[in-house]
Nanobody, 121 residues
Framework: QVQLVESGGGVVQPGGSLRLSCAAS????????MGWYRQAPGKQRELVAA???????NFADSVKGRFTISRDNAKNTVYLQMNSLKPEDTAVYYC???????????????WGQGTQVTVSS
């Protein structure tokens, strides 16, 4: 099993910034992809940003130029720096990782519990 602990959500005014963190622990041999998804009320969960172990990054078009994603492999932690936040960024943000377990099983996806981000004046 893998545990994900998220932090950094909150309430911010439009134009403000927040930084989300997600630390993974447990039965991990390696982490392939680390990423962030979000789900707004009444909408489907969507990818916000993801980063692979090789450093390849993928962003949703709606956040390009405003959000950055990074990872600290030594700490099994992924970060999402969110700048120039807009009301439409309001959602529950979920961390997700794809790992190879210590037992050698690959392609295992795990989700965090979610952290609320609210952008409002």
């Amino acid at each position: 099993q893998v545990q994900l602990v998220e932090s950094g959500g909150g309430v911010v005014q439009p134009g403000g910034s927040l930084r989300l963190s997600c630390a993974a622990s447990g039965s991990i041999r390696s982490i392939n992809t680390m990423g962030w998804y979000r789900q707004a009320p009444g909408k489907q969960r969507e990818l916000v940003a993801a980063i692979t172990s090789g450093g390849s990054i993928n962003f949703a078009d709606s956040v390009k130029g405003r959000f950055t994603i990074s990872r600290d492999n030594a700490k099994n932690t992924v970060y999402l720096q969110m700048n120039s936040l807009k009301p439409e960024d309001t959602a529950v943000y979920y961390c997700s990782v794809v790992v190879t377990s210590r037992g050698g099983v690959s392609g295992l996806r795990y989700w965090g519990q979610g952290t609320q981000v609210t952008v409002s004046s």
